[in-house]
């Protein structure tokens, strides 16, 4: 596996990477951020809200890999970039909103780089194939659905009457697996893995895509959380 | 405490313990996926709420002990059943909601194999009596602690109004530490301790046995939750 | 570091730092038991709340700075101090709830020894000065949330119309960073410490001090959570 993780660190130049990375939790904490002003909290709990859906996924993977201390307490940039999107909601959340669909649009990309850059490192960490998918799909989604559980909503992640999420994620990190698999994976190809989950989550959003419930569901109304 | 773990792993052949730690994911995650059926979750919920409750207990103890990367992501079988669960309850949940009482038999019988495997591996990693104990509770309970807690509910284990759970699962832990203690631990008392924590759970339901509420509680049904 | 660590290891004497790690715990286990009594959980329940109150905290850090198995499992104190909080609510609770000044008194008295204990083991286990602070913080305020999360409740630390709870344990937790930046820190300065974090808790308590919520926010009543 030494060669392997030998090209993984070639994928991008490290600050390339690291740029990346910074761009997807910026996308991220903005989404906990306006979560946070939606419900009602403080400046402190916005901060709290953006910091956790931006950095909840990774830390969690790094946890489960044994990459102890997770690089959310290592790099300085990884905790101050929710701080400023947090600092940013707390001004001007009502210009945010106005421009949603941009910042879903770039929740998307988050998305699909979380899920390339998550199962990459939970594969140089040793995990099989399809734990690698699982981990990769748990960075991507993790933060979240942390988010959802402080903010005592029901994870957007699991609900029926939402576009799909997850998916996007599964297909982004089983590409990435495949080029393994295949020893085909590069900076090309792992670009094409994020570009593909990114694409499928915009599709998503546009055509209003949505899993299937239960087969023969009964209509119970009274049952369906608020 | 070498001759220990030798004796430990001669407990159950590795394949017939394999098998029981299977049986006991799959009858949990049945109770996540039937839990995401009632919620109104889509087919991706479903499969989440059941790898949740299956595997969360184990996780927990296996990141607490040190014993990275879990077993739940190592072992593509116990990744495996779950799905499998989630996919019997999404397309035959009617008829799984049927036999309830039988899939709360087999819940109970996950229960006593859960909190006898999870107290022996905590003690084989090094921990104290009480603390094995403590762990081996936290895998029988922790899903389902962690399904509830991702459906919106107060977790059913820390509710007055529902029939025993956790006593079952200590009786089960605590006599496995005696054994440990007395030097008595083998297949036989093992499976009386696994069995002991079952009948007592069956029992439980059987009887609506419940642990009282603080003493002298006023009566204050406004603070009753939902 | 290595001198470092000596150092710190020397700032009190092991048995007075135990002694007020018991009495932070004890505190902060009252004040999960008696939400558990204002929830209707049977006696177990209260007991779990009372566990994760106190420990959760440190366990999230322990977990974080890889200090596995953490110290909620190897030292039968810190487990049994919570019990004994359970056991005094469960039979005491009308008393102990007429005393809730004194109570909150000494929850503050928690949040400032555990923001100084939890800055100071985390820098101890190499992480950075920022990261540190994060970590005594989360040290501090974490059980709290678990409590919350558990009890199916927004976490009050997030909510704006509660006294300002995460602000003095952020202060603790920056004097003590600073006194490590200036190589000041000795028991003076973290009795200092723990003491500003217990003085601004007790007057954000007395005069109401909170944090704002976000600029412009128009009226939505509806969005209130509960």
């Known amino acids: 596996m030494g060669d392997n993780i030998e090209v993984f660190q070639q994928l991008f130049t490290p600050s390339v990477q690291h740029t990346l990375d910074l761009v997807g939790i910026f996308f991220f904490a903005i989404s906990g951020a306006l979560l946070a002003v939606r419900k009602n909290f ?7 809200l953006a910091e956790v859906t931006a ?5 969690f993977r790094d946890l489960v890999i ?18 400023l999107a947090a ?4 001004f001007l959340h009502p210009e945010v909103e106005r421009i949603q ?17 998550g199962t990459t490192k939970a594969y140089e960490y040793g995990l099989g194939l399809t734990a690698s998918v699982t981990l990769g799909l748990a960075t991507a989604v993790g ?5 959802d559980v402080l903010a005592n909503e029901v994870p957007s992640l699991l609900r029926w009457d939402r576009d799909l999420y ?9 590409t990435v697996v495949l080029c393994i698999h295949y020893d085909a994976l ?10 593909a989950a990114f694409a499928l989550r915009l599709l998503a959003m546009r055509y209003h895509w949505r899993a299937p419930r239960a087969w023969h569901r009964r209509s119970t109304a009274a049952e369906v959380p608020d």
Do not use: E, K, Q
């Open 42 to 48: 403080d400046v402190f709990g916005i901060a709290v």
């Open 55 to 59: 950095l909840g996924g990774g830390l």
């Open 66 to 83: 044994g990459a102890v201390p997770p690089a959310a307490f290592t790099d300085l940039g990884y905790f101050l970039t929710p701080l």
């Open 87 to 90: 600092l940013l909601v707390f």
């Open 101 to 117: 669909l941009g910042v879903n649009v770039f929740d998307a990309a988050g998305l699909g780089l979380f899920c390339v850059a």
């Open 143 to 147: 933060g979240g659905v942390l988010r």
């Open 166 to 174: 997850a998916v996007p994620a599964l297909v982004g990190a089983s």
């Open 186 to 195: 590069n900076p090309a190809t792992s670009t094409l893995a994020a570009l």
